[in-house]
């Protein structure tokens, strides 16, 4: 599926081995090179270069992620909002490294005591937007301000 090849591709960039892409896919070292080698052959251009025990990814591959990365995203964000939860779905936080390590901790790991279906992740603000929008996170919690509100009517 061509999704799944751009995804691997996207996970590919900053996981910078097919290992590791896999890991974080949940899928195995094969099926990430395999989803690779299949995007390739549906767009006609090569996407990555062995590099020692890591890959390089090609200028082709760097402008296709540089042009699909925000519609990929806005994509997953579309699908995310029409996915049904039921009691036991896992409830992704991204959070604000700052703000969990200061104020947030206590209450925080009380409620992942309590509540086993609640995942934390840590980034920086503009981080936790893009995945709040994509769906990769379910709730965002930031630290500072925004000088406009412009992003609040895409979530």
């Not at 995942?119 to 000088?147: D, L, Q, W, Y």
Request: hydrophobic letters at 40%; glycine letters at 6%; charged letters at 25%.
């Amino acid at each position: 599926m061509l999704l799944e090849g751009i995804e691997t591709l996207l996970v590919l960039e900053e996981a910078k081995t097919m290992n590791r892409a896999g890991s974080i896919l949940y899928i195995s070292q094969s099926a990430v090179s395999k989803r690779i080698t299949n995007l390739e052959k549906k767009l006609g251009i090569k996407l990555i270069e062995p590099n020692g025990r890591n890959v390089r990814l090609t200028t082709d591959a760097l402008i296709l992620i540089k042009n699909i990365t925000p519609t990929f995203n806005e994509l997953c964000g579309q699908i995310y909002e029409h996915k049904s939860f039921m009691s036991d779905s896992l409830i992704h936080i991204d959070c604000s490294e700052t703000l969990l390590g200061g104020y947030l901790s206590e209450a925080l790991v009380e409620c992942i005591d309590e509540d086993k279906h609640i995942k934390i992740s840590t980034n920086h603000t503009p981080r936790i937007i893009e995945n709040v929008k994509s769906g990769k996170a379910m709730i965002g919690i930031c630290a500072g301000f925004f000088t406009s509100s412009a992003w609040l009517t895409d979530v």
